[in-house]
Nanobody, 115 residues
């Protein structure tokens, strides 16, 4: 199982970024996918999740209305569109999936929201 995030960077408050996660090594289309983030000196937190086939979609209250998760089962990718970014969105963002009792994580991509 491999999850590789990309798309992070430095953006000004109010700006947008689109993160992508390329997945391989498992049956992507039948797997729920999630994004988490971890800010410095804080615990990792759930950001957004999307069920296989889009059967469910959930967001943390802090990002609801600003972030949107999507998936492309043909390309085995899951994306996170982040709009109206705030300094408090600064964190390392991780792609995650759960296969049975095992959780798999990518290496993360850094997002910095600063003027």
């Amino acid at each position: 199982v491999q999850l590789v995030e990309s798309g992070g960077g430095l953006v000004q408050p109010g700006g947008s970024l689109r993160l992508s996660c390329a997945a391989s090594g498992f049956h992507f289309s039948s797997s729920d996918m999630r994004w988490y983030r971890q800010a410095q000196e804080k615990e990792r937190e759930f950001v957004a999740g999307l069920g296989s086939g889009g059967r469910w979609e959930r967001y943390a209250n802090s990002v609801k209305g600003r972030f949107s998760i999507s998936r492309d089962n043909d390309k085995n990718t899951v994306s996170l569109q982040m709009n109206s970014l705030k300094p408090e969105d600064t964190a390392v963002y991780y792609c995650q999936t759960q296969l049975g009792t095992t959780g798999y994580w990518g290496q993360g991509t850094q997002v910095i929201v600063s003027s």
